[in-house]
């Protein structure tokens, strides 16, 4: 097997971890409370990933001459992880509110999907060049949208409104962590801060969850200890925030732009795959029209946006 397909492996195991999170996230959040468990699975990630920054640190991974880290490169991570941190507070909380009160994993994580679309877009604000291409993602996506949640009376739930604003957050928080990194940061300064953007939105939604769901509080111990509750919040913890962050890192820097793309865009596929097999949900064949027109919408943009990075 040649590096590239190991790799792109490495990538389509990082989708499917990402994709089978949904599930997690609609049972702990029906378990815990959406602040809750967003609150808990944030912080645990940030505790799995200092390890990984230890060994990286004393390898000198990702650094050339193995230099040490400034105070100015820390505080840098500090400030730059508050901001990123802030935008995925706003962002995991919306989606978790929309996957909690939607009742449904597989349709949210197509919606959610969205800002793969969004991200080209958006980026124009940015100074970034916005292919043509794109255009007719957008088109696409917006049709699989209506197909996939608007009702015969042409209406959205506001689950499905807070999906499409978590959407519009997790493009802007992309566009940011892109803005920060630059192209001379290294694998080291990536996993520190995403560690320092876990921690701050894992305090952040700490305070709604002590003000809004303290009737979890209240229960104490036994009120996590569940399995719905216990076992997502480490899933998505442990697995989606931590260990599929360090694989996408290690995929990411060994794979072509575009087909790592392509692997990462199948987290949409997973999450329905997930929903079924797992919650036993079902999708009506306009929705699965929809989910196939939302996908097509993905390659298409992340096809065009990789395209012209390489122009």
């Known amino acids: 097997m040649s590096k590239t397909m190991r790799y792109s492996l490495v990538l389509l195991l990082t989708a499917a971890i990402w994709g089978f999170a949904f599930v997690a996230q609609a049972a702990g959040g029906d378990a815990i409370g959406p602040f809750t468990f967003n609150s808990i699975r944030n912080l645990i990630g ?7 920054i230890l060994v990286m640190g004393r390898a000198g991974t990702g650094r050339a001459g193995k230099k040490p880290r400034s105070k100015d490169t820390r505080k840098q991570v500090i400030l ?21 009160y ?9 919606i959610t999907a969205f800002y793969l679309v969004l991200v080209p877009i958006i980026g124009i604000l940015f100074g970034r060049k916005c292919p043509k291409a794109t255009w007719l993602a957008v088109v696409l996506a917006l049709a699989g949208i209506y197909l996939i949640s608007i009702s ?14 978590s959407a519009f957050c997790f493009a802007v928080q992309i566009l940011c962590v892109d803005r920060f990194m630059g192209d001379d940061a ?14 701050i939105c894992g305090i952040l939604s700490g305070i709604p969850a002590l003000l809004f769901e303290r009737q979890y509080w209240a229960e104490g111990i036994s009120a996590f200890l569940t399995p719905e509750a216990l076992g997502s919040v480490l899933y998505a913890g442990i697995l989606s925030c931590g260990v599929a962050y360090t694989l996408q890192i290690v995929g ?25 097999l797992l919650l036993g949900e079902t999708l009506t064949v306009r929705q699965l029209i929809g989910c196939a027109l939302m996908f097509v919408a993905i390659l298409i943009a992340q096809l065009a946006e990789r395209k012209e990075v390489r122009t």
Do not use: Y
Request: net charge negative; proline share 4%; aromatic share 8%.
């Open 186 to 199: 290294d694998a080291l300064h990536a996993v520190q801060l995403a560690m320092m953007e876990f921690l």
């Open 46 to 52: 940030a505790l799995v990933l200092l390890p990984v």
């Open 252 to 276: 990411q820097k060994n794979v072509p732009p575009t087909l790592a793309s392509l692997m990462m865009s199948f987290e949409a596929v997973f999450c329905v795959l997930g929903g079924w």
């Open 80 to 100: 730059q992880g508050a901001v990123i941190g802030f935008l995925l507070f706003v962002a995991t909380n919306l989606q978790q509110m929309g996957i909690t």
């Open 152 to 165: 015969e009376a042409a209406s959205l739930s506001w689950p499905d409104i807070l999906l499409l604003l």
């Open 102 to 110: 939607g009742r449904s994993a597989g349709k949210a994580g197509f």
